[in-house]
């Protein structure tokens, strides 16, 4: 019992025993949990009477438990004007490559919830750093040490050799030692996070023929602190990371991870999945807001790279994505088809059956509406215009195969490209492009999952200039 408590207190950095005493009780004394439920309570700050703590909030806290300042430290000058400079060029952001931008994984901040950071981050181009590790470092701690007294650490007997290492240096002598076994205990997996974005680990999966494995957290959710204790430590999940995938990882409120999951729309957090480096698609989700079972992933990862490859003749399996309902998405007419169900649903019928049935006599005037839309498009050869509205499409078929084709955006519609799209099918053996000329097929693009509800709309006012669409069989 003495152990958990000490271990409460030691995380969640308050020094009230019987408060912890009182949190355990309620939980069985199931450390993690209490740990959450404290959490969530709003009991580890000064505002209790607020329930809930904001990011700011806690940051703040815990800048005042490492510093022991009533106010945020001033930054270091050095840094500061290093930061000035750059700020006052108003153009380098757009000038600058999207591969060098590493420093958003911490989201708003550049530092972890728990101090945790890069050691090179600082980006002081000194002439003696030569002698610096790209390795990120974490102080290792004294288990037997359990003041909260700052502690001195001096690892060499000389000074440090570089302004970066001195800085390093003296802010691990700022930290209390709690904050440092906290650093240490929940630090992310620095020697797995490949310090790029997105667009970056395409480029590096497609030259190692690696898969992107990406994990989404959020510091306020005690499950993502396990999942770096518990999960991304274990030896077994690192080599399997490091030898089959380019790994990241981004705090949600980061710019690539919000860039993420405005594109992808996770559940919950922590966040798991497999993309590919070719597409960006989508390939493999684990569940959303839970860790997951060591040996379970590891079968998981197994089964996934029995039946997806990378190669270029490769022929993966189709994976069915799951289509949430988005009234923005749908057109005019749909809107007020589906707003005339939900009022006659809710005021007069008792199920969705009832408020489709309007009117009869009309139905069966209009037989031709029930009529398949997929088998009235005809094959039509298309010739790409040479002058005009012209737009690059590519298209990218069921065995990862792409077809770029011109299309005049102002006169050709929708309808067009799949009488093109059957034409080129019509035309080609089934081993060409992975789908045969017999066989259903949907197209889509992003904004656009139903491209068939789209026949009469042209090419530009469907969104679809120099778009990529995906085909898949239906």
């Not at 909260?148 to 650490?153: G, S």
């Not at 009117?359 to 839309?373: F, K, R």
């Not at 009488?419 to 053996?429: A, C, G, I, R, Y």
Request: charged letters at 30%; a negative charge; glycine letters at 6%.
């Amino acid at each position: 019992m003495d152990n958990d408590i000490a271990t409460f207190l030691a995380f969640t950095g308050t020094e009230d025993e019987a408060t912890a005493k009182r949190f355990l009780d309620l939980t069985g004394n199931n450390v993690e949990y209490a740990v959450q439920l404290f959490m969530e309570s709003g009991a580890n700050g000064p505002s209790t009477a607020s329930g809930n703590q904001n990011d700011e909030d806690i940051a703040q806290r815990l800048q005042q438990e490492a510093y022991g300042e009533d106010n945020v430290r001033e930054a270091d000058t050095n840094v500061h004007r290093h930061e000035t400079l750059m700020d006052s060029w108003t153009d380098l952001g757009a000038m600058q490559n999207p591969i060098d931008r590493v420093n958003d994984m911490f989201g708003r901040g550049r530092v972890g919830i728990f101090n945790q950071r890069f050691d090179d981050e600082d980006d002081i181009d000194d002439d003696d750093d030569a002698d610096f590790s790209d390795e990120p470092q974490i102080v290792e701690l004294d288990e037997d040490d359990d003041d909260d007294e700052v502690i001195d650490v001096d690892n060499e007997t000389s000074p440090p050799r570089n302004r970066r290492s001195r800085m390093r240096q003296n802010r691990m002598n700022d930290l209390t030692s709690t904050q440092r076994r906290l650093a240490q205990l929940f630090k992310p997996p620095f020697d797995l996070i490949e310090r790029t974005n997105l667009e970056g680990a395409k480029q590096k999966g497609r030259q190692e023929k690696k898969w992107i494995l990406i994990n989404i957290q959020d510091q306020s959710e005690f499950q993502c602190q396990v999942l770096n204790r518990d999960f991304w430590s274990d030896p077994e999940i690192k080599r399997c990371v490091k030898k089959n995938f380019v790994f990241l990882q981004f705090q949600h409120d980061s710019v690539n991870g919000e860039s993420y999951i405005n594109f992808y729309h996770p559940d919950g957090f922590p966040h798991i999945s497999i993309l590919d480096p070719m597409t960006g698609e989508r390939v493999h989700k684990w569940t959303d807001g839970a860790v997951p079972n060591t040996e379970e992933w590891l079968a998981d990862v197994e089964i996934f790279l029995g039946k997806f490859s990378l190669n270029p003749n490769s022929n993966n399996p189709h994976v069915r994505h799951e289509v949430k309902f988005d009234p923005d998405a749908m057109t005019e007419e749909q809107q007020i088809e589906f707003a005339m169900r939900q009022s006659a649903v809710e005021n007069k019928g008792k199920s969705a059956a009832d408020a489709i049935t309007v009117d009869e006599d009309e139905q069966v005037a209009s037989p031709a509406e029930t009529q398949d839309p997929f088998e009235s498009i005809a094959p039509h050869r298309h010739d790409e215009p040479t002058s005009g509205s012209i737009t690059r499409i590519q298209f990218r078929f069921p065995n990862g195969k792409r077809l770029v084709h011109k299309f005049d955006f102002e006169n050709d519609t929708v309808l067009t490209i799949f009488q093109w799209l059957k034409d080129v099918l019509k035309n080609s053996e089934e081993s060409i492009y992975g789908i045969g000329q017999s066989d259903r097929f949907t197209i889509s693009s992003v904004g656009k999952p139903k491209l068939i509800e789209s026949l009469e709309e042209t090419i530009g006012n469907a969104g679809l200039k120099n778009a990529s669409i995906l085909l898949e069989k239906d």
